[in-house]
Nanobody, 126 residues
């Protein structure tokens, strides 16, 4: 059973920074893409960032490019999302996810991910 435990959310002022962590267990971490998604009230879930299993390929939503960085530490079975220059529109519930597609690709669609963490709230005040 794959488990993803997310930590690091909270309340921050606009312009501030947060780092989310997602620790995986239950199967081999390396070899599978990881991604961060978010969902704000009244909005659809959207992909924020994704990273291939090697870490060599990444994807970012246009809205976060240049501000967010996704990274992974396969030795620690953990993926991170560093968020800088946060804006009120970044306020959402953030989830990490992993899937079972074996190719070394940063999949940016929810259908590529089978396992989801419990999520964490990120609130950015203006």
């Amino acid at each position: 059973q794959v488990q993803l435990v997310v930590s690091g959310g909270g309340l921050v002022q606009a312009g501030g920074s947060l780092r989310l962590s997602c620790a995986a267990s239950g199967r081999t971490f390396r070899g599978y893409a990881m991604a961060w998604f978010r969902q704000a009230p009244g909005k659809d879930r959207e992909v924020v960032a994704a990273i291939s299993w090697s870490g060599g390929s990444t994807y970012y939503a246009d809205s976060v490019k240049g501000r967010f960085t996704i990274s992974r530490d396969n030795a620690k079975n953990t993926v991170y999302l560093s968020m800088n220059s946060l804006k009120p529109e970044d306020t959402a519930f953030y989830y990490c996810a992993t899937g079972e597609r074996p190719w070394n690709t940063a999949y940016n669609d929810a259908a590529s991910y089978n396992y989801w963490g419990q999520g964490t709230q990120v609130t950015v005040s203006s």
